[in-house]
């Protein structure tokens, strides 16, 4: 069944807002994504899952200027110190710790350069454009919608907990230490959605406002798929990869592992 924004029919209170949201991410998170199962069961060679956490690093780089982007509209002071938890998780509260940190670490893991990574050239051009709509998205909607958008979080940790065990079980390039970015998330994700969920059922206050979360949440779907449609296109295709981006160092006619 395809769910249109027509479907949502019954919001008239918070609990159809909680099943409509549910209803949502069973269909759209990105955990369905082709992507998505290849990587979990083993079908990527090394240099296709580095492509996969190179991108991904634009994401997670950008998560935090995202939450900084929200707080900056904040009035209210108890939703900003809520909120300043997410930039403290992805930035630490010092050099070293914190998920951006981590999310190097697998990068670097991989056998990706540092400096490469962080230098976001080869980034792929569909990666930028999602996930600055995103950033953008939150800057610029309602704080109802900006808080929304992050409800993708509600269904994370199953997809990292596959994709914990489907990558340890499958790849011996990857170990648990350079898949420790995930360990914190199993944490902080329901923390993060918990909050965000409660917030959306209490400000909602109609059914037009519940349709605007169903909206945003539906548009996160969409960043996320978008960033993974991009990654099917360029490293699974054959002839993909648009110029500039980066290339899998391919040895004797095989990705080198
Ligand atoms: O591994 C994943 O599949 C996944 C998904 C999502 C998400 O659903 O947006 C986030 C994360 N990880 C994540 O690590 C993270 O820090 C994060 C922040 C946000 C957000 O929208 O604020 N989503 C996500």
Known sequence: MTLTINDFADLRSAEALEAALRAIGAERYHSNHPFHHLLHSGQLDKGQVQAWALNRWYYQSRIPMKDAAFM???????????WSQRVVDHDGTREGVGGVTKWLRLCTGLGLDEAYVRSEQGILPATKFAVEAYVHYVRERSLLQAVASSLTELFSPTIIKDRVAGMLKHYDFVDEATLGYFQARITQAPRDSDFALAFVKQHARNEEERQQVCEALL????VLWAQLDALHHAYVLEGGIPPGAFEPVREQGRVAA
Request: one cysteine or more; charged letters at 55%; aromatic letters at 6%.
């Open 72 to 82: 900056s509209r904040v009035v209210d002071p108890d939703l900003r110190r809520e």
């Open 219 to 222: 548009f996160k779907c969409d």
